[in-house]
């Protein structure tokens, strides 16, 4: 089974800086795009940052300039650094990646989400 577990999260004062991780385990092949999301309280669902296989990254303009997206595919490993920390920050973050599981001669790509992990901004 495949798993994607964050860690990381935890309290900061503004402007302070914290750093995520998304790990894969389990019978991983390979990360393909993966994608961290954040949910406020009272609040739906949304997209924070995106990277895809190849590196290339996208961020919402909310966190654009302050939050950094990259990944280690030897470790099927994707982080967050995020600098700046603002109270509107203050979320669960939740990793969701696109995973290739199998062999390298039979491989199909699946859709998974970690249970998240509490950020919390506040003086």
């Known amino acids: 089974q495949v798993r994607l577990v964050e860690s990381g999260g935890g309290l900061v004062q503004p402007e302070g800086s914290l750093a995520l991780s998304c790990a894969a385990s389990?019978?991983?092949?390979?990360?393909?795009?993966v994608h961290w999301y954040r949910q406020a309280p009272g609040k739906e669902r949304e997209l924070v940052a995106s990277i895809i296989s190849g590196g290339t990254t996208n961020y919402a303009d909310s966190v654009k300039g302050r939050f950094t997206m990259s990944r280690d595919n030897a470790k099927n490993t994707v982080y967050l650094q995020m600098n700046s920390l603002k109270p509107e920050d203050t979320a669960v973050y939740y990793c969701?990646?696109?995973?290739?599981?199998?062999?390298?001669?039979?491989?199909?790509?699946?859709?998974?989400w970690g249970p998240g992990t509490q950020v919390t901004v506040s003086s």
């Open positions: 389990g019978s991983v092949f390979s990360l393909n795009d």
């Open positions: 969701n990646a696109n995973v290739i599981t199998g062999t390298f001669f039979a491989q199909i790509n699946q859709n998974f």
